[in-house]
Protein backbone atom coordinates (compact mmCIF):
# COMPACT_ATOMS: atom_id res chain seq x y z
CA UNK A 1 0.00 0.00 0.00
CA UNK A 2 1.20 3.51 -0.54
CA UNK A 3 0.19 6.14 1.55
CA UNK A 4 0.27 10.13 0.35
CA UNK A 5 -0.13 12.64 3.15
CA UNK A 6 -0.43 16.65 2.45
CA UNK A 7 -0.63 19.53 4.36
CA UNK A 8 -2.11 22.69 3.38
CA UNK A 9 -2.26 26.42 4.77
CA UNK A 10 -5.06 27.84 2.54
CA UNK A 11 -5.35 31.65 2.51
CA UNK A 12 -8.50 32.72 4.94
CA UNK A 13 -10.64 34.10 2.04
CA UNK A 14 -10.69 30.97 0.20
CA UNK A 15 -11.15 28.31 3.51
CA UNK A 16 -14.43 27.55 3.58
CA UNK A 17 -14.77 27.15 -0.64
CA UNK A 18 -11.62 24.72 -0.15
CA UNK A 19 -13.53 22.91 2.67
CA UNK A 20 -15.98 22.28 0.49
CA UNK A 21 -14.23 21.58 -2.89
CA UNK A 22 -11.56 19.11 -1.20
CA UNK A 23 -14.44 16.68 0.52
CA UNK A 24 -16.10 16.62 -3.13
CA UNK A 25 -12.68 15.79 -4.63
CA UNK A 26 -12.12 13.02 -2.10
CA UNK A 27 -15.81 11.27 -2.82
CA UNK A 28 -14.99 12.19 -6.60
CA UNK A 29 -11.49 10.17 -6.22
CA UNK A 30 -13.05 7.24 -4.13
CA UNK A 31 -15.72 6.75 -6.70
CA UNK A 32 -13.58 7.02 -9.45
CA UNK A 33 -10.37 5.60 -8.88
CA UNK A 34 -10.09 1.87 -8.33
CA UNK A 35 -6.54 2.49 -6.68
CA UNK A 36 -7.80 4.38 -4.27
CA UNK A 37 -8.77 3.06 -0.77
CA UNK A 38 -9.04 6.09 1.33
CA UNK A 39 -9.25 9.90 1.11
CA UNK A 40 -9.54 11.94 4.54
CA UNK A 41 -9.19 15.65 4.84
CA UNK A 42 -8.68 16.91 8.48
CA UNK A 43 -8.96 20.25 9.59
CA UNK A 44 -6.73 22.26 12.67
CA UNK A 45 -9.35 23.17 14.84
CA UNK A 46 -6.69 26.04 16.23
CA UNK A 47 -5.71 27.13 12.74
CA UNK A 48 -8.83 26.59 10.65
CA UNK A 49 -6.01 27.87 7.37
CA UNK A 50 -4.52 24.94 7.70
CA UNK A 51 -5.50 21.19 6.21
CA UNK A 52 -4.38 17.67 6.45
CA UNK A 53 -4.83 14.93 3.37
CA UNK A 54 -4.50 11.43 4.16
CA UNK A 55 -4.37 9.11 1.36
CA UNK A 56 -4.40 5.32 0.52
CA UNK A 57 -3.79 3.78 -2.87
CA UNK A 58 -2.88 0.39 -3.42
CA UNK A 59 0.26 1.41 -4.88
CA UNK A 60 2.70 3.96 -6.33
CA UNK A 61 0.98 3.71 -9.92
CA UNK A 62 -2.10 4.26 -8.70
CA UNK A 63 -0.91 7.40 -7.55
CA UNK A 64 0.42 8.24 -10.72
CA UNK A 65 -2.55 7.33 -12.10
CA UNK A 66 -4.64 9.95 -9.64
CA UNK A 67 -2.40 12.65 -10.54
CA UNK A 68 -3.51 12.40 -14.37
CA UNK A 69 -7.58 11.94 -13.85
CA UNK A 70 -9.34 15.00 -15.41
CA UNK A 71 -11.08 15.69 -12.07
CA UNK A 72 -7.93 15.90 -10.45
CA UNK A 73 -6.55 18.29 -13.31
CA UNK A 74 -9.37 20.66 -12.66
CA UNK A 75 -9.43 20.42 -9.32
CA UNK A 76 -5.89 21.48 -8.74
CA UNK A 77 -6.39 24.14 -12.06
CA UNK A 78 -9.42 25.74 -9.08
CA UNK A 79 -7.77 25.72 -6.00
CA UNK A 80 -4.39 26.66 -7.16
CA UNK A 81 -4.47 30.25 -6.24
CA UNK A 82 -5.92 29.56 -2.75
CA UNK A 83 -2.93 27.56 -1.75
CA UNK A 84 -0.46 29.70 0.56
CA UNK A 85 1.68 26.93 1.27
CA UNK A 86 1.60 23.31 0.44
CA UNK A 87 3.60 20.01 1.09
CA UNK A 88 3.93 16.57 0.29
CA UNK A 89 4.79 12.97 1.35
CA UNK A 90 4.66 10.15 0.90
CA UNK A 91 4.91 6.73 2.66
CA UNK A 92 5.23 2.77 2.50
CA UNK A 93 2.32 0.95 4.61
CA UNK A 94 3.48 -1.24 7.01
CA UNK A 95 1.18 -4.14 6.93
CA UNK A 96 0.27 -5.22 10.91
CA UNK A 97 1.35 -8.47 11.76
Not at 47 to 57: Q, T
Not at 61 to 76: D, G, P, R
Amino acid sequence: MYIVSVCFVIKDTYVELFKKEMSQQARRCLDREEGCLQFDLGQDPDNPSRFFLYELYTDEAAFEVHKKTEHFVSFAELVGDWIAERSLDTWQRIEQQ
